[in-house]
């Protein structure tokens, strides 16, 4: 977190202009996926191709494998959780998820993750302070402002 250049993306993560939003949001997503040097990536990438032709227990063993090998590979673990998640295996993407924040506490997509696996499971309060941190990091999320709304209201 001392990074300077990280630093400055989380900062511009708050700038009211989108357009720095949005630039600083694919830069902290490259520096993730991009972490492990060519290796990582070419095995992220891989790992897409084949959810995206419906490999689903190919693509799993990948990433099993990647996040064996590389256990600090924080993208590889989020991966693996948006796998779980799309297969409704939300404690899995919960563990996933949990881990991904464990190595890089700034994740705000695996925040938003563990925040959908909770509202899935009907665990709202739980959901509610996943959003919550993830809006500490991405204020301008709508769609996190919206989904901690949703979840307020399933409490009421």
């Not at 300077?4 to 902290?28: F, G, H, Y």
């Not at 899935?120 to 919550?132: D, N, Q, T, W």
Request: charged share 20%; net charge negative.
């Amino acid at each position: 977190m001392n990074d300077p250049q990280i630093q400055s993306l989380l900062d511009d993560l708050k700038n009211s202009d989108a357009t720095v939003r949005d630039r600083a949001t694919e830069a902290l997503w490259r520096l993730w996926f991009q972490q492990k040097g060519l290796y990582g990536w070419e095995i992220l990438q891989q790992a897409q191709t084949l959810l995206e032709n419906q490999q689903i227990q190919d693509a799993e063993a990948m990433l099993t494998e990647l996040v064996g090998d590389q256990p600090d590979f924080a993208e590889a673990w989020n991966r693996r959780a948006v796998l779980h998640y799309t297969q409704s295996r939300y404690r899995q993407s919960l563990h996933d998820c949990q881990k991904v924040i464990e190595l890089n506490p700034i994740h705000f997509g695996a925040l938003h993750g563990l925040g959908l696996c909770h509202a899935m499971l009907g665990e709202y309060r739980e959901a509610i302070s996943a959003f919550r941190r993830a809006l500490e990091i991405q204020p301008y999320s709508t769609l996190n402002q919206r989904l901690l709304l949703e979840c307020t209201a399933r409490l009421s």
